[in-house]
């Protein structure tokens, strides 16, 4: 059974609020050769070093490095709750952004982590819009951080 439906703009800013802070706990996923040459193939990248990984060390690369739409396999992988509204009727993708930082390698064990870190009641045409914006970090076991996303999501 859900939460009754928050009464008043206050109600809403506390409950937006309450959602800022780490979502689950850290995962871990390995990068597999297999995983990475699919990506590869299905975004139409057929540079050697997303196969080979000779070609990979010669261009100064640690092994064979995964395209980035990879990020998407990690970061949708249903194993962190999504943030739950009791008002509105709708939630809608916002927007997306990317920050790259070091490549991410096959055989990489890339450390997951989520959390709101921003929520914010807003006033559009169609009345009040919660926005929550929801970040993910990935590290590689080195400790090197080797992206940052970050979503926007809308509830109407």
Known sequence: MSDPAPESADDIKQELAGMVGPIGEAEKVPVEYLSAMRMAMAV???????????????RGYRGIVAPWPILSLMQYNCSHELPRFSFGRATVHGEDGFEFHEPIIVGDVI??????????????????????????????????????????????
């Not at 139409?44 to 010669?58: G, L, V």
């Open 44 to 58: 139409e990248d057929f540079d050697p070093i997303h196969y080979d990984a000779r070609a990979a060390q010669a």
């Open 111 to 156: 450390t997951v982590t989520a959390a709101v870190t921003d929520a914010q009641l807003k006033r559009g045409r169609s009345g009040l819009l919660g926005l929550v914006t929801w970040v993910r970090r990935f590290a590689n076991q080195l400790d090197q951080l080797c992206a940052v996303s970050r979503t926007i999501v809308i509830r109407r």
